[in-house]
């Protein structure tokens, strides 16, 4: 994909989205499925709705599995090596445990599964969402169905969504949508504002920071952040998770642009392949099927072509 342009990129990922139908339903080894394409936009207006108060989490045995569930959710890092193998928790987006609206909240999600989605032609269940978090954004190997880390998730998304419609988009879900950027994102800007701004944090190198054995700053590239497949990678999903959350503490200080052009600076760093690149031919063949929308997967930066590589990360694969 190319990043000079947002409208030939975005013209390409129209023509590309009818394209793709036909590439995979005639795929006989068929790639495993798209679960992160972005949501769709939630209506505007102010998030009104409330989760209830952790201290509310009865005192019973569905509360236990639900602050199971928080605790997985704050600390994803309790099933690496063996569901996670980067070094991010689920909290790292989805910020305050989830609750934070504009932060793709669980509350507003829980209710508006199971939904069809076009991308994979098929009604999919809020675990098989959930999964497709664990397989791109924890780099890892979703939690079978039944298993108590899916259940714990489950139960807390949706005793956080006590009282909520269901089926009814909400206010404050997702990552709030920004106006295409004036000018065309540009690295260079996003570099020099990403050492002002975010650098105290994330490393100079991107590399996040521990305290310990434990990760306070995550990692937003290389080994330990979210692999080519993950949502976070496109361009405009990353610059929609910035201007309404980052820096931490700041939220919607940094303008549209300058949302655009950090997301283009972080999303054009290495990071672990996309796991769907094991059942396809090559990085060619993954970037036209899964990547014709606002990334660099494929693309030569700096001389290097993003995602030509068999780095999958620490993620062993499934077998
Ligand atoms: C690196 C960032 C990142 C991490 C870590 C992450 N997610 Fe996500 N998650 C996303 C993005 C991006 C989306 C899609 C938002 C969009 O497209 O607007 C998303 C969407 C979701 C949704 C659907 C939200 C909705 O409203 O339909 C669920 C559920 C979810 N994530 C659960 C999880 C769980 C559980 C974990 C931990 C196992 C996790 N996520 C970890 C970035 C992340
Ligand atoms: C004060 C520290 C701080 C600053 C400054 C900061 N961040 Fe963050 N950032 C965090 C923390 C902490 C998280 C994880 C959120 C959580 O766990 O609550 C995070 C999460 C993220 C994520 C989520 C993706 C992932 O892989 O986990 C991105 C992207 C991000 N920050 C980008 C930025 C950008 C861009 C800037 C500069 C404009 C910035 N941050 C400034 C602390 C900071």
Known sequence: MNLRSIVPWLAGSLLMAGALGGAVADESDAPQRDYQVPLPEAPAGEATFQPP????????????MVRLGRDLFLDTQRLRDEYVFNDQNCSNCHLDAGRLANSAPMWASVGMYPAYRGKNDKVNTMAERIQGCFTYSMNGIPPEYGSEPLVAL??????????????ESLPGRGYPGLEEPAQAPDRGRGAELFAERCAICHGDGGQGQTVGERQVFPPLWGDGA??????MHRVNTA???????????QPYSLSDQQAW???????GHE????????TLKSVDE?????HQHMGYY??????HRLGDHDDYGENPGAE
Do not use: C, S
Request: glycine letters at 10%.
């Open 53 to 64: 108060a952790e201290a509310d989490i009865p005192d019973t045995p569905y509360g236990d």
């Open 154 to 167: 489950q139960t807390y998304f949706h005793w956080l969504a006590t009282g909520a419609p269901i089926n």
């Open 226 to 231: 979210y692999n080519w497949g993950a949502g």
């Open 239 to 249: 610059a929609n998770f910035i201007k309404a959350n980052m820096p931490l503490g």
């Open 261 to 267: 052009d950090l997301a283009a600076f972080i999303n």
């Open 271 to 278: 990071r672990p392949q996309d796991p769907r690149r094991r």
């Open 286 to 290: 993954t970037d036209r099927i899964f």
């Open 298 to 303: 494929g693309d030569t930066v700096d001389g």
